[in-house]
């Protein structure tokens, strides 16, 4: 916990709700109904730089899916509301720690929230945090979003992120495990009563954030439907001892073969710690896969892309990035669009985009392959474009894991897999993209110009005769597009440029070149033995 301002227990709280859209686990909530204060005022600021520009459909509505829930939740518990308050939170904010108004007849006397490591975030909570001290409002602040205080994890390994298996497993170690999470408040104090019932702060439409299409939720949002999805998931203890998550299917989509729960996480509808412990239960005493391939281990590489994204100077661009290999990408507006559109004429990676676009989300496997088809496999394009297309898209979008999984994946960071492993976009079943649907069900499903293609030809319809094209209803070049890029050519000649980059770089821990092996740079996605273990 952080503090800063006065001490004085009284007069009013306001607990802001930002990332730990939750009840359960909720630091800044149980001290708030500790703090012997008259009112508590739980409010969410809708900030207006995250609009339609920036934020997709699918996570604006799950976003407001997690606030209506919460604002339900508060009701039935303890009679209370979210209050949702619109405008730039160092204006909004500033003057309820200035005044009180609108909501309080006076400025309160604390304001508590979870911590966040995001850069604008930070510059977001220092402004608060400024404007806290010139109005002697007392601010208390909660590690909560992950399982470790990121702070305190990074001193204890001197200052810098972990950046292999073995790095973060020994960190892991060496900090003990997590504290356990806390249970809700039992009682909370009231709001004060102007605005018990005010419709002024309700929760918004999406049509009045600006959004004009409707959409068909993917995933409800809100600490409900997330703790009972992560209730469900703890009773299915054979699949979690079992888990592997190189070894889940890509294409599986109805249901998919994960846990589904990240989205749940990004927002903090569901706390990470209480999936920890709810792991730790079921494999207790029993034979379990380890990490960095088990659930566990996935918890630890979110950890670690907390720490990078706190420490490593720039994280999310090439310049200035000491973690990120000077790469000379390209610039390729219709190139870009064709990708992020799944138009580029290879069927797994065009459904994978387009499931992306329909529903927001798409497998760690998915990812892995139209990542690295974007960068360094095919079109040799910055791996900062591929990121904000997922950074808008993702119902799961999370600026540290994004990041580190783009610099991964595009193999500009010194941690990346060999850079020369490139997954072929015509994947075959056995290869380490786990795609095991030799009748295209996943291409059909997301493709509805390929549904009448045989399965022959279903992950490459230009192979496909004429005649076959035309009985298919799908001529290719017409009714769905050629392949944008030549693989076996594009890989080549890209693999060279990267080849020639890292050799004319400086001799840094960035710039250094690796050894290339004998793998081809056509393979079909690299045997299972050598693919890379991060997860996207």
């Keep these: 916990m952080k503090s800063s301002g006065s001490s004085a227990p009284d007069g009013s709280a306001i607990v802001w709700f930002r990332k730990g859209l939750r009840l359960s686990d909720n630091a800044a909530l149980v001290e708030a109904s500790k703090a012997g204060v008259k009112h508590v005022c739980p409010i969410f600021v809708i900030d207006p730089h995250f609009g339609p520009k920036y934020v997709g459909i699918n996570r604006y509505n799950f976003l407001l899916d997690c606030l209506k829930d919460l604002d339900k939740q508060l009701n039935k518990r303890y009679r209370s509301r979210l209050i949702v308050l619109r405008g730039k939170p160092e204006e909004v904010i500033g003057k309820l720690l200035k005044t009180g108004k609108p909501l309080l007849a006076a400025k309160p006397s604390l304001i ?47 200052g810098k992120a972990p950046t292999t298996n073995n790095g973060v497993g020994t960190l892991v170690k060496a900090l ?137 100077p720039n994280f999310d661009r090439q310049a200035g990035n000491p973690s990120c290999k000077q790469i000379p990408w390209a610039k390729n507006q219709k190139l870009l669009t064709a990708w992020e559109h799944g138009r580029t004429g290879y069927p797994y990676i065009d459904a994978a985009m387009r499931q992306l676009n329909q529903v927001g989300w798409m497998h760690h496997l998915a990812r892995h392959a139209v990542a690295c088809f974007l960068t360094r496999g095919d079109l040799w394009l910055s791996w900062e474009q591929g990121r904000d ?38 994947p075959k079943m056995d290869s380490s993209l786990n795609v095991k649907d030799p009748e295209g069900e996943f ?33 290719v070049g017409k009714d769905y597009p050629k392949p944008i890029v030549d693989h076996e050519a594009a890989s080549k000649a890209n693999l060279a440029r990267f080849k020639k980059a890292l050799s004319s770089a400086p001799k840094t821990s960035a710039g250094k070149g690796t050894k290339r092996s004998s793998t081809s740079s056509g393979s079909r996605g690299g045997s299972p033995a050598k693919r890379p273990k991060w997860g996207a």
């Excluded at 945090?129 to 109005?135: D, G, T, Y």
């Excluded at 898209?393 to 490139?422: E, Y």
Aim: proline share 10%; aromatic share 12%.
């Design 389 to 426: 297309v997922f950074d808008k898209l993702l119902l799961d979008a999370d600026w540290s894991l994004n990041n580190m999984n783009w610099l991964a994946l595009s193999g500009a960071a010194p941690w990346s897999p060999p850079f020369f492993r490139v997954y072929h976009p015509v």
């Design 112 to 158: 508590l929230w979870e911590k966040d490591t995001e850069p604008y975030a930070l510059k977001r909570d220092n402004a608060i945090i400024k404007l806290a001290k010139n109005s002697c409002v007392e601010v208390r602040m909660f590690s909560g979003h992950t399982l470790y205080d990121v702070e305190e994890a990074l001193a204890k390994n001197k």
């Design 176 to 312: 003990g495990e997590p504290a356990k999470p806390l249970p809700p408040p039992s009682k909370l104090p009231p709001l004060p009563p102007s605005v018990a019932n005010a419709k002024a702060y309700d929760v918004p439409t999406l049509k009045q954030m600006g959004y004009t299409a409707s959409v068909k939720p993917y995933l409800v949002g809100g600490e409900t439907t997330g703790l009972a999805r992560m209730a469900t998931m703890l009773k299915k203890t054979s699949y979690i001892r079992s888990f592997k998550k190189p070894q889940t299917r890509s294409t599986a989509f109805d249901p998919p073969d994960t846990t589904m729960l990240s989205p749940y996480f990004k927002f903090g509808c569901v706390s990470i710690r209480d999936f920890y412990w709810g792991l730790k239960k079921v494999c207790s005493g029993a034979s379990h896969s380890k990490p960095p391939e088990s659930l566990l281990g996935q918890i630890y590489f979110r950890e670690m892309a907390y720490m990078m994204g706190a420490s490593i």
């Design 443 to 475: 291409i059909r499903e997301f493709i509805p110009e390929l549904r009448k293609m045989p399965s022959k030809y279903i992950y490459a319809p230009w192979t496909a005769p004429m005649e076959v094209q035309k009985a298919a209803g799908c001529i």
